[in-house]
């Protein structure tokens, strides 16, 4: 499975941004589709999954909204009400399962917030 995120960048507090992933390959395969980020100098961390079920971080709950297209095997994170805490480099996730279980990221994109 490839992963190719889109979107990000630069915006004020309070601004909305909207981060887009497209899955190719072996994508039957995916059973869960997600965001993580990772802020400087910190781990990285689950922001919102969508796969069975839709679950989301506490810390962006009501704010980001995760939304998945299968006709177009996309998985896209709206960000509202954005806050400079929300700043982090956010990475597309595909979990999958075929004879084993496997994680598969995408390249990453910087979202900065700016106070």
């Known amino acids: 499975v490839q992963l190719q995120a889109f979107g990000g960048g630069m915006v004020q507090t309070g601004g909305s941004l909207r981060l887009s992933c497209a899955a190719s390959?072996?994508?039957?395969?995916?059973?869960?589709l997600g965001w993580y980020r990772q802020a400087r100098g910190k781990q990285r961390e689950l922001v919102a999954t969508?796969?069975?079920?839709?679950t989301y971080a506490d810390s962006v709950k009501g704010r980001f909204t995760i939304s998945r297209d299968n006709a177009k095997n996309t998985v896209d994170l709206q960000m509202n009400s954005l806050k400079p805490e929300d700043t982090a480099v956010y990475y597309c996730?595909?979990?999958?399962?075929?004879?084993?279980?496997?994680?598969?990221w995408g390249q990453g994109t910087l979202v900065t917030v700016s106070s």
């Open positions: 390959g072996n994508i039957f395969s995916i059973r869960r």
């Open positions: 996730n595909a979990f999958t399962i075929t004879s084993v279980m496997n994680d598969y």
């Open positions: 969508v796969g069975g079920s839709t």
